[in-house]
C-alpha cells in the first residue's frame, strides 16, 4: 500500500470516528410559530459549528413524570430546550419573547424520535434584550417549564 492510500485511509477512519462521538441531528421534524426565525440563528441547531461549545445550562432542571428538562444558553448563539429520560408523545418546547416582558411571540419544537428517549430544539435568538424559556409538553400539555432567562 502507497504511503498516500495509507495517509487518505488514516484520515477517513479518524473522521468517521469523530463523526460517530458526536451527537446525531434530531431527526423529528421540527414545529414553529408565531414570529419564531425571525432573527438570526433560529431554525439551525445548536450542535453547528459556530456554536458548538459555547452553551451552558441556566437554571436547575425541572423534573415531571421522572422526565427532565433542562436550558441552555450561549451568550453568542442564544437558547435551546432539552428534555431528557422522555417517553413518546413527548416534546421540546422553546418559547422566545421580542422583549423582556416573557410574552410567548416565537416558539420552536422537537419531538421525541422512536427509539431515543431525548429530544432538543432548534436555537432560539433571546439575545440583545430577548428571552425565552423552556417547556417540556407530552400530548398536548405543558407539564413543567423553566423561568423566562
Keep these: 500500500m502507497s504511503r498516500r492510500s495509507l495517509t487518505t485511509l ?20 421540527p414545529y414553529s410559530g408565531g414570529n419564531y426565525g425571525l432573527y438570526g440563528m433560529e431554525g439551525q441547531y445548536p450542535t453547528t459549528s459556530f ?5 451552558r445550562q441556566i437554571g436547575p432542571t425541572q423534573y415531571a ?8 444558553y450561549s451568550d453568542k448563539c442564544g437558547s435551546f430546550a432539552r428534555i431528557e429520560n422522555s417517553r413518546p408523545g413527548c416534546a421540546a418546547v422553546l418559547q422566545r419573547s421580542n422583549n423582556s416582558t416573557g410574552r410567548n411571540d416565537g416558539w420552536v419544537s422537537e419531538t421525541v424520535d422512536s427509539g431515543i428517549n431525548y429530544a432538543y430544539t432548534q436555537m432560539g435568538n433571546n439575545l440583545n434584550g430577548r428571552v425565552s424559556r423552556a417547556l417540556l409538553s407530552c400530548d398536548g400539555h405543558d407539564l413543567v417549564n423553566t423561568a423566562w432567562y
Design 10 to 29: 488514516l484520515a477517513a477512519g479518524g473522521a468517521a470516528a469523530v463523526m460517530a462521538l458526536l451527537p446525531a441531528t434530531a431527526q423529528a421534524q
Design 65 to 72: 413524570e421522572g422526565m427532565a428538562l433542562k436550558y441552555f
Design 51 to 55: 456554536c458548538t461549545g459555547t452553551f
